[in-house]
């Protein structure tokens, strides 16, 4: 579907530039459109890169075991039905979302809703938080959106941490109340 809708702007778009008589601006803002789009992609992928690899040296130098095990506790509190495997895959996987690694936390978020899913073949409750927890995800240093506004010109890119980390406390939050809440409503004998 979505396919379909991509074809029919982009019909539309050459329509009116030809009905318009604006076709060579067509053609410049397609180049220009493509050209960065590139130059993102390549900035984004970089940082990506650089990004993964503190993950990885912070993992090697036992870090991200410190700060999974400082997330325990509350993590053990909203999934107290994880096994120890699935416990370390949501530990490192908010740990990843925590540093702004989204691409990096995925592998660990496929592991966790594996390990989730075992638990039934409906999607429960606690796999529904992690879906949850993973949109909403808190971030204490927002990479990508950092990289997007460096890429954009922005003379300091991180000067948005403040905000972004109010926003995503405040998201995290409505979402994990909303899941509870909405887990609690659930009518007597439904599967959980």
Request: hydrophobic share 55%.
């Amino acid at each position: 579907m979505m396919s379909w809708v991509l074809v029919l702007m982009a019909a539309a778009a050459i329509l009116c530039a030809l009905g318009t008589g604006s076709a060579g601006a067509l053609t410049g803002a397609l180049s220009d459109g493509a050209s960065g789009a590139a130059r993102l992609c390549l900035t984004l992928c970089g940082m990506i890169c650089l990004w993964t690899g503190v993950m990885e040296v912070m993992r090697r130098a036992g870090l991200a075991d410190k700060l999974s095990k400082l997330l325990d506790p509350a993590l053990r509190r909203l999934f107290p039905e994880a096994d120890a495997p699935t416990m370390n895959a949501l530990s490192a996987n908010v740990s990843a979302n925590l540093l702004g690694l989204g691409n990096a936390a995925t592998p660990m978020g496929l592991l966790a809703a594996k390990g989730l899913a075992k638990y039934g073949a409906v999607a429960g409750d606690s796999f529904i938080l992690l879906v949850v927890i993973n949109t909403a995800s808190l971030q204490l240093i927002p990479v990508t959106i950092a990289t997007v506004r460096a890429a954009g010109g922005a003379a300091s890119p991180f000067d948005i941490m403040p905000h972004v980390w109010m926003a995503s406390a405040a998201s995290m939050t409505a979402a994990i109340l909303s899941a509870k809440l909405f887990a609690a409503r659930k009518t007597p004998g439904a599967e959980r």
